[in-house]
């Protein structure tokens, strides 16, 4: 009887060691995810954010999946996403600028350390326009009520300077902080996870503070947690199904020569992903329809009444409400799939790759035309994965719709996409990388036997 590699997963000290590293790491992030940015009133923010209705919006939902660091306004509050943000831009810009793919086509290894290094550093803008957005933002929401969420004068000049830039500062010396304890998790942790288990670790956070508001309606409490129950079974089993989801290509490789010899040729699959782009088209959808709401919140109170009005009606239909929201995030979300897809597709021109191998797919010349047949067959199986991500996009503003208001919170958090495709894709990746350094040190269940 064969028994699982698993059960010397705390017996081997390399993995052992790599495990501790990670969850020590971790614990680190999720304290320093407590430390208040200075300057901030955290109970107005915490007002904006738990106010009849704020469980629909957009920053509702950022905060659900930042574990909460949204309404404490900490210095995590922006999270890794600003690092997220500069890889996708580019990653995007590779295919654009023909200096840059070849310069990642010629050198692969140094071209990564090119893109790493100017990732980092395309960051730090990135960071401070986040920040300067959200605090404005903020603002704006808490001007509603007549409060601030300063305790200080918000600006550039004389006597606001110093400490507008503090808060600032701290803010994006938060993001920075998260990236490096990522990039330590992936180097001396669990490797190459490090950013996903730190996003993975704020939604983990908010799950029991959600579980408790759900159970704190007696009334609904029960058919509620069923409901929320079953969704999540079904999500969850959809998202696997589709994550692993492949067409295979069949592709002729050549026979080789052994002495006076020769093989005869090999048949073999080219596996093609239906969700290629993973979660990146949710990221780049809610970034580029959040971006109008920063833009507008700076006029709201101009003295000039139709840029006022103006203004406002951008800020509310792009502010996460309402169903023109849910249908904008969702064609986004369609469109941006197909586009990054594209994109990555291109970056890895497996008709050349093939063309070097001397592999061929039958009945389709070699090169170009092979690259044009994979793209055809690329995008048509990306239409069913990109609907579908579109779909679990717009499930919590569906649910919005049939939870009562006293569970609302909690129930989005539960089933909101961005959280169940992160929490699904990490556990399945962290099992493999695991199960792949049990097999590396020698601990594979075809080989122990009881």
């Known amino acids: 009887m064969k028994r699982s590699a698993w059960r010397y997963l705390w ?14 790491l971790l614990v680190l992030y999720r304290l320093a995810a407590n430390i208040p940015v200075p300057g901030i009133d955290r109970e107005v923010i915490r007002g904006i954010v738990q106010a009849p209705g704020a469980a629909g919006t957009l920053f509702g939902l950022l905060d659900l999946l930042s574990g909460g660091t949204i309404s404490r306004f900490s210095i995590l509050a922006m999270g890794v996403y600003p690092y997220i943000t500069a890889q996708i831009i580019l990653q995007l810009l590779v295919p654009i600028i023909p200096a840059l793919e070849r310069k990642m086509k010629e050198n692969p290894r140094e071209g990564q350390k090119w893109m790493e290094k100017w990732t980092i550093i395309l960051t730090v803008p990135m960071a401070l326009l986040s920040a300067i957005g959200q605090i404005n933002i903020f603002n ?134 239906i969700n290629m782009a993973g979660m990146i088209p949710l ?20 003295q000039t009444p139709w840029v006022a009005s103006l203004a406002s009606g951008i800020y509310n239909t792009f502010s996460g409400q309402g169903a023109w929201y849910a249908v904008m995030y969702f064609l986004m979300v369609v469109a941006f799939t197909f586009f990054y897809t594209d994109v990555l597709f291109a970056q890895q021109n497996y008709g050349e790759t093939l063309k070097r191998q001397g592999a061929q797919i039958p009945g389709v010349l070699r090169g170009p035309a092979t690259q044009k047949y994979l793209t055809k067959v690329q995008r048509r199986i990306t239409l069913p994965g990109a609907f579908f991500l579109g779909f679990v996009a717009v499930l919590p503003y569906i649910m919005h719709a049939f939870l009562p208001a006293s569970a609302r919170n909690a129930g989005l958090f539960l089933i909101s996409a961005a959280g169940l495709l992160i929490v699904v894709g990490v556990v399945r990746d962290t099992f493999t990388i695991i199960e792949t350094e049990l097999k590396l040190h020698g601990y594979d269940e075809n080989l122990i036997k009881g």
């Open 283 to 302: 990221i780049f959808a809610q970034s580029i329809l959040l971006f109008p709401a920063i833009v507008a919140s700076y006029f709201i109170n101009s």
């Open 11 to 24: 017996k081997s000290e390399d993995i052992r060691k790599k495990l501790l590293i990670t969850l020590l």
């Open 140 to 273: 704006s929401l808490a001007g509603q009520t007549g409060q601030t969420v300063l305790s200080y004068t918000y600006g550039f000049t004389g006597a606001s300077l110093l400490p507008t830039l503090t808060t600032l500062i701290s803010m994006m010396a938060g993001t920075m902080l998260g990236i490096w304890l990522g990039q330590l998790i992936s180097e001396y942790g669990i490797p190459k996870q490090g950013l996903s288990l730190i996003i993975f670790s704020g939604i983990v956070a908010g799950i029991p503070s959600n579980l408790i508001s759900l159970w704190s309606d007696r009334q609904n409490a029960w058919w509620l947690t069923l409901l929320i129950l079953v969704v999540l079974v079904l999500v969850i089993f959809a998202i696997v199904f589709v994550q692993q989801g492949r067409r295979n290509v069949p592709v002729l490789f050549p026979g080789r020569r052994v002495g006076n010899r020769m093989s005869m040729p090999v048949r073999s699959n080219l596996p093609l992903m």
